[in-house]
């Protein structure tokens, strides 16, 4: 594997950073689109059982995206605060997202051959002496 020094990482590591909050973010935003089309198509018919219907859809669709975007806004500030827990977030984050094909596998790659890297070790390690 391709070793990356400290001034390599430390880019990799915002990059990858800025990936996790910004996908995320976007899964969150369309999980509050999609609560509000459904919600609003429902009421728009003036049908009691279609505004139920796509009711009930709209917010458990877009609960779920909300709920699975966060997690991963979550990892990006704590990789972009190089916090232990952010690299340990970031990894079960990328590791769940291997399954959304093509761009959560990309990035879940990347994840991982970013934050296993020799250097992230102390890399992550020495923020904890400077907080």
């Known amino acids: 594997m391709n070793q990356l020094n400290e001034q390599q990482l430390q880019q990799h590591v915002t990059v990858l ?37 796509l009711g009930i859809v709209g917010t458990t669709v877009g609960a779920l995206l909300v709920v699975l975007g966060i997690p991963g806004i979550v990892a990006g500030y704590g990789l972009l605060r190089r916090r232990t827990w952010g690299r340990i977030l970031a990894m079960v984050v990328g590791f769940l997202g291997l399954v959304n094909f093509p761009l959560g596998t990309a990035i879940g790659i990347y994840t991982f051959w970013v934050l296993l890297q020799e250097a992230a070790t102390g890399y992550f390690a020495s923020s904890l002496s400077s907080t």
């Open 17 to 53: 950073g800025w990936l996790h909050i910004v996908g995320n973010a976007i899964m969150f935003l369309l999980g509050c689109f999609v609560f509000a089309l459904l919600w609003g198509i429902g009421a728009a018919t003036g049908d009691p059982e279609a505004t139920t219907i």
